[in-house]
């Protein structure tokens, strides 16, 4: 039963946007396309709001800076699209890291080390070098829809339409050292 596993990776997977929830937690994988930077707030019912930058400020709350990659990682036993969001300190940690790395051929390990929000870091660390044509298959996996506000609009974080289910349905690549 084939689809108890696809089930059970989509799962734990947290949908298109990659979650390490725990100290320790990592996934390895290869960034692509430019980041998107963006603000978010917590609004009414405790939903992460989206807002744009001339909203920093709403209501004497500010928003927080945050950053969105695709990152192309491994699910079950494909190779599929996924996001990592992340925070300005993390964005500025990934900022410094992709100085000293290439990043269209080099894989990376994103660690979570800590417990709280308070607490919690995210190393990248250089995990392996890409081949030629490991660099051209991984360019041809999809890149997902990052940009929270592209058409202008206030959103919710949950409002994105592509699904890792759909990235699961294309086809195999295992020759790539992740």
Request: hydrophobic share 35%; glycine share 10%; with cysteine.
């Amino acid at each position: 039963m084939e689809w108890k596993n696809k089930f059970k990776d989509e799962m734990k997977s947290g949908g298109d946007f990659i979650r390490l929830k725990k100290d320790g937690d990592e996934v390895i994988g290869v960034f692509r396309g430019e980041p998107v930077i963006f603000f978010m707030m917590f609004g009414p019912g405790g939903k992460n709001n989206i807002v744009k930058k001339e909203y920093f400020e709403v209501d004497g709350k500010g928003a927080s800076k945050r950053f969105r990659f695709n990152f192309i990682t491994k699910v079950g036993d494909k190779h599929v699209c996924k996001i990592f969001e992340g925070s300005k300190t993390a964005g500025e940690t990934l900022s410094m890291t992709l100085d000293e790395y290439d990043i269209t051929n080099t894989v990376f390990k994103i660690k979570r080390q800590g417990s709280g929000m308070q607490d919690t870091v995210y190393h990248f660390l250089f995990k392996d070098k890409l081949s030629p044509d490991q660099v051209a298959k991984i360019n041809a996996i999809e890149l997902l829809d990052i940009d929270p506000l592209e058409n202008g609009e206030d959103e919710v974080l949950s409002d994105f339409p592509k699904t890792v289910k759909e990235a699961l349905a294309k086809g195999k690549t295992e020759d790539i050292p992740f």
